[in-house]
């Protein structure tokens, strides 16, 4: 007996689809997916390192109240892997990043704290600058000595190219030439044995 797969069904031309009863599901309905780790974290209750890019199957639903600009936020439940304690976090869209929340601790990220650093002292290199005029000249005049050793280092290179350019392109040419005709003729001797 062969198996036949049916593609299209029969509907009867009484049929109504909106007659069809529809399923009350609830509003901030969770849903089950598949993800990845996104920072490494420590279980707080096994202390069981789960580190970035681990995949879990986890539930995800919408915060409710919370949106960032029109931008949907989202928290994610997963389970240790050891001791199977709720780890949640959600997403964090004015940072780009995730938060956690509950059942975990986030890892050291040494790049982030680097960037933070980075960003408070140009602000403050900025603030320092704008209530103090001599600083601000002092860094200007720098800034144009810098400009100036620069140009004259680059014409310095220049001026080395040009004594070194002493290459005849011609002689360079026709020894290329040469060699070329040499591997062609070797594999002209090489085809017709």
């Known amino acids: 007996m062969s198996e036949r797969k049916v593609l299209n069904k029969y509907y009867p031309p009484d049929f109504d689809p909106a007659k069809i ?40 639903e919408d915060v409710e109240n919370q949106d960032y600009l029109g931008i949907r936020i989202y928290r994610f439940y997963i389970k240790c892997t050891r001791c199977l304690q709720e780890i949640s976090f959600k997403t964090d869209p004015k940072n780009t990043d995730y938060e956690i ?20 002292e140009e602000e403050e290199a900025k603030e ?3 209530n103090n005029p001599m600083k601000l000249l002092e860094n200007r005049t720098q800034q144009s000595k810098n400009e100036i050793e620069l140009l004259e280092s680059l014409e310095e290179l220049k001026d080395l190219n040009r004594r070194q350019q002493v290459v005849d392109y011609d002689t360079m040419l026709a020894a290329y030439d040469t060699t070329i005709s040499e591997r062609e003729r070797g594999r002209k001797i090489t085809t017709t044995r």
Do not use: D, H, S, W
């Open 101 to 120: 929340e509950a059942g975990a601790t986030r890892n050291f990220m040494a790049l982030k704290l680097a960037e933070e650093q980075a960003i408070r």
């Open 128 to 130: 320092e600058e704008a």
């Open 21 to 60: 009863p529809r399923m009350k599901l609830p509003k901030n309905r969770q849903y089950t997916v598949r993800l990845m780790a996104p920072f490494n974290m420590r279980c707080a209750t096994c202390g069981e390192y789960i580190y970035k890019g681990k995949k879990f199957n986890a539930r995800k």
